[in-house]
C-alpha cells in the first residue's frame, strides 16, 4: 500500500486523472487531498461531482478557495432570502438571476468589496458554461464545509499532520478552531506569508499542506 498527498487541484480535473493514472493508483492505496479544489482551471463542475463520489480511501481535506467558495454560496443564499425567497434554487434561470441580483446588490451596497466576490469568475462559470443550478451549488457548499481542517495520521514511523496551510497543535477548543483556521490570512487555511509555520512541532514531526506536489510513503 502506498500513500499519496495531492494539493491545489485547481478545476484541472484531467490532470488529476492523469496523476493517478501516473502512479497507478488503486483502491489499496491511500490519497489525501490538501484542498484548493475549483477556481483558476476549467473543470469546476467535474472535480466537484467527482468529489461527491470518492471512495473511502480518497481523504479531503478544505482549502480556502473552497471555503471562500462556500462563503460566496452564503451570500446569495442570504440575498434569495432578502428578495423574499422568490428564485427557486432547482431553476437555471431563477439560479442565473439570482447571481446577477447578488452582484448587483454587492455593487450597491459596498462596491470595494464586491469586486473579491466570485474572484476567480467559478459561479459565473458553473451557471453559463455548465448550466448549473443554485440548488446544485449549494449541495457542493455543504461538501465543501464537511471536508476537516486538517487530518492527523498516526500510524507512521513519525506522526503526520494533512492541512491546506497553517496549523498549531497548541488548537484544543472549537472557538480556538474557528478563529484559527479562518480568523486570518496568517494562519490557518489562509495563510499565506508562513504557509506551514505552525507545523514541524515535536508533536507532529510533518506538515504535509496545499502548495505541494505528489508525495509517496
Known amino acids: 500500500m502506498s500513500r499519496y498527498v495531492i494539493g491545489d487541484i485547481h478545476a484541472c480535473m ?3 486523472m492523469e496523476m493517478l493514472r501516473v502512479i ?3 483502491d489499496a492505496d491511500e490519497l489525501y ?3 484548493d479544489y475549483i477556481d483558476r482551471g476549467e473543470q469546476n463542475a467535474e472535480i466537484m461531482r467527482w468529489l461527491e463520489k470518492i471512495p473511502a480511501n480518497v481523504h479531503p481535506v478544505r482549502g480556502n478557495h473552497d471555503e471562500n467558495y462556500a462563503a460566496y454560496i452564503d451570500i446569495m443564499q442570504r440575498v434569495s432570502e432578502i428578495k423574499g425567497g422568490i428564485f427557486n434554487p432547482s431553476s437555471y434561470h431563477d439560479s442565473l438571476t439570482l447571481y446577477i441580483e447578488t452582484m448587483d446588490e454587492l455593487m450597491a451596497s459596498d462596491p470595494f468589496s464586491a469586486r ?14 455548465d448550466k448549473v ?10 461538501m465543501f464545509r464537511s471536508f476537516p481542517i486538517f487530518i492527523m495520521i498516526s500510524d507512521l514511523k513519525r506522526p503526520v499532520v494533512v492541512v491546506h496551510a497553517g496549523y498549531s497543535p497548541k488548537i484544543t477548543d472549537e472557538t480556538e478552531k474557528l478563529e484559527f483556521f479562518f480568523g486570518s490570512e496568517e494562519t490557518g487555511i489562509y495563510s499565506r506569508r508562513y504557509p506551514g509555520r505552525y507545523g514541524n512541532s515535536r508533536s507532529y514531526s510533518d506538515n504535509s499542506r496545499g502548495h505541494q506536489c505528489i508525495y509517496r510513503w
Do not use: C, H, P
Not at 473579491?116 to 453559463?128: A, C, N
Not at 443554485?134 to 457548499?141: G, H, I, S, T, V
Open 14 to 16: 484531467d490532470d488529476l
Open 24 to 26: 497507478n493508483f488503486s
Open 33 to 35: 487531498m490538501v484542498g
Open 116 to 129: 473579491y466576490f466570485d474572484m476567480y469568475g467559478t459561479i459565473r462559470k458553473l451557471l453559463k458554461q
Open 133 to 142: 443550478t443554485f440548488m446544485e451549488m449549494k449541495r457542493w457548499a455543504y
